[in-house]
């Protein structure tokens, strides 16, 4: 009932008489009342004028399932969505599901995570109510060795979004992070389990900074928000939708040609340090070049004295001369 008379009023985006919606509804208008006073404690704007109705005013940014179904537009991404107001991580999460034979598509996303992993075990910082934190779980019909290519569609999924719906120039810091004025707004984190040929399946998980005001520790120095960056009001679901949108376009496209070069020269130009020096910081040996953008296997090419090294992403973090970007 709650879900109906919301998206009738979001619909209408006007008054909406209780008469019109017990009608549309089939329903008493102590039913549609109930219901308006449910969603106005779930945090809804909404307003309510004598012989006018109900209109639902700039709405707050609330997450929830129903939320998330009112916005979903993809067509198999989210079919099945599993929503936590608090988790450990929405990776562990996907990947019990996964193990409990949960579908591909099917998406964890998590009001807030209490154990958000970054790279080789690193916190993600997920405070309640500021971020996005979200899975998809995927069982690709590809070899293992192709799966680092997801981060890169996942990458490029949500700087597009974000430059598409919200205006902002958001950029990409080869593989996994997107960042926005210099500083990242975004990690992804993809984990996979496999057998020696194929993949049983793959989770990637996307962290994004929503409304966050501050960062704690290290991530002080690297870290910001949309909300730091920009006026813009955001609606999370909005937000995660047109993620998995782009994700269902790029996704195609890379499963269609069975590598990136359908997608090289978009991601190209979102790189943020394209024609940049940056330093490979690679455990055997750290060297520096110019980034001239991604191979069609998702490589980072960067220029030396010496040619061309084609990076892959593993146990390599790229960093900029004089800082993070
Ligand atoms: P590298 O380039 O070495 O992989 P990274 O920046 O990609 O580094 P990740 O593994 O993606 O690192 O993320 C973990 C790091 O991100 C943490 O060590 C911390 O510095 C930083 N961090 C933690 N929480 C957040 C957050 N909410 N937003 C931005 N950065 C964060």
Known sequence: MKSKILSAL???QDYVSGQ?????????RTAVWKGVKKLKEEGYNIEAVPNKGYRLMESLDVLNARELENFRQTSWIGETTVYYEVTDSTNIQAKRLAEEGAAHGT????????????RRGRFWESPEKDG??????LRPDFKPEKASMLTIVAALSVAKAIQTILELPAKIKWPNDIILNEKKICGILTEMNTEIE??????????????????????????????????????????????WQQFEIYYEKLCKKGDLSGLKEEYDSFLVNKDRQVRILDPKEPFEGVARGISETGELLVETNAGVRAVSSGEVSVRGIYGYV
């Open 107 to 118: 998406l964890v996303v998590a009001g807030c995570q209490e154990a958000g992993k970054g």
């Open 198 to 243: 194929t993949i049983n399946y793959v989770v990637v998980g996307i962290g994004i900074n929503v409304s966050n005001q501050k960062f704690e520790g290290d991530a002080a120095l690297i870290a910001t928000s949309i909300a730091l960056e920009s006026d813009k009001k955001i609606h999370r679901a909005k937000l995660i939708d047109a993620v």
């Open 20 to 28: 019109e919606l017990c009608e549309s509804l089939g329903v008493s």
């Open 10 to 12: 979001r619909n209408a």
């Open 132 to 137: 996005i934190f979200m899975t998809l779980l």
